[in-house]
């Protein structure tokens, strides 16, 4: 099993589409994020490798409030379930509503981007009788 800091955090769990996100966030670090694969803990831009626009989108509450509110905070992840990008888009949710914890002024600057906000949309299900969710089986008229 991975080791996982026992130093003071702030933690909680957020979810997109069927992917979920742990996070703890470490005050006063040195700006360190890393995500736990499997054993191992890796940082942020090895574990979605070349998907620059994933890590930009995690990001991108910092990117909003500028760059002195991601200064002094360390922050481990582990993302379960599915799907890199449901995974980045639960990582990002769990930045932006903690900024706004940490500082209720910031709320002013992320709520207009639309970064407070569950995406609540998942896959429909398969129904009986259909090809996929809603494709049905060709009709022949004999």
Do not use: C
């Amino acid at each position: 099993m991975a080791k996982t800091s026992t130093k003071k955090y702030f933690g909680t769990v957020w979810r997109r589409k069927s992917s979920s996100a742990v996070v703890k966030l470490f005050p006063k670090g040195k700006w360190e994020i890393t995500v736990r694969k499997w054993e191992n803990m890796i940082s942020l831009k090895e574990y979605f490798g070349g998907h620059a626009y994933m890590i930009e989108d995690v990001l991108y509450p910092f990117a909003v409030l500028g760059p002195k509110a991601a200064k002094e905070f360390d922050a481990e992840i582990v993302v379960r379930w599915w799907w890199l990008m449901g995974q980045a888009e639960a990582i990002r949710l769990w930045i932006a509503r903690w900024l706004v914890k940490m500082n209720e002024d910031n709320r002013k600057l992320l709520k207009p981007y639309g970064l407070l906000k569950r995406d609540p949309r998942i896959k429909e299900r398969k129904k009986p009788g259909l090809k996929k969710a809603r494709k049905s089986p060709q009709w022949s008229k004999r």
